[in-house]
């Protein structure tokens, strides 16, 4: 199951999307697009929180609204992280994420640590988690499917992560 939520910050509105728990992350990990953004606490266990760019959109055109309903976001869905003050979200690009066979269901690495960005988190805003909560729906997509339907649609299917 994944969590679909919309934030409304920018028009017309963007979709931040997370998996239930550490194995929906798993196929996340395993199935993203090369478009997407992928978000977490730095250090902490945390939510996997993705925001799919829009062709021809790259990770620096990311508006600020957005890039703080995303941290907002995996913070919230982190039992430490949520209790913490001051905290540091990382997001990447989906291709910079590094999965090998050694890691814990859901873990993941960097390829390359100068493309991870970094943004700041003071404390939860409970105005910007209401509003996104509202808009909250619960999608079992096949992950795989979409993928090799996005592939043929683009024409490439080279793009393999794993």
């Known amino acids: 199951m994944v969590y679909y939520f919309e934030s409304n910050v920018v028009q017309p509105p963007v979709t931040l999307f997370m998996g239930f728990d550490k194995y929906e992350n798993e196929d996340l990990i395993k199935w993203g697009w090369p478009e997407d953004?992928?978000?977490?606490?730095?250090?902490?266990?945390?939510?996997?929180?993705?925001?799919?760019?829009?062709?021809?959109?790259?990770?620096?055109?990311?508006?600020?609204?957005?890039l703080e309903d995303a941290a907002q976001l995996v913070k919230a869905n982190s039992i430490t992280g949520n209790k913490m003050n001051d905290i540091e979200i990382v997001y990447t690009m989906w291709a910079n994420l590094k999965k090998t066979p050694a890691m814990e269901v859901g873990q993941v690495g960097f390829h390359k640590e100068r493309e991870v960005r970094k943004i700041k988190v003071a404390k939860r805003v409970n105005d910007i988690m209401n509003r996104l909560n509202k808009t909250k729906r619960e999608e079992h997509p096949d992950f795989r499917a979409e993928r090799e339907q996005r592939d043929r649609n683009d024409g490439n299917d080279s793009d393999d992560f794993m």
Not at 37 to 48: G, P, Q
Not at 54 to 62: E, L, W
């Open 37 to 66: 953004v992928w978000f977490h606490v730095d250090k902490v266990s945390s939510a996997h929180v993705y925001l799919r760019l829009r062709t021809g959109q790259t990770i620096d055109d990311i508006p600020t609204a957005v």
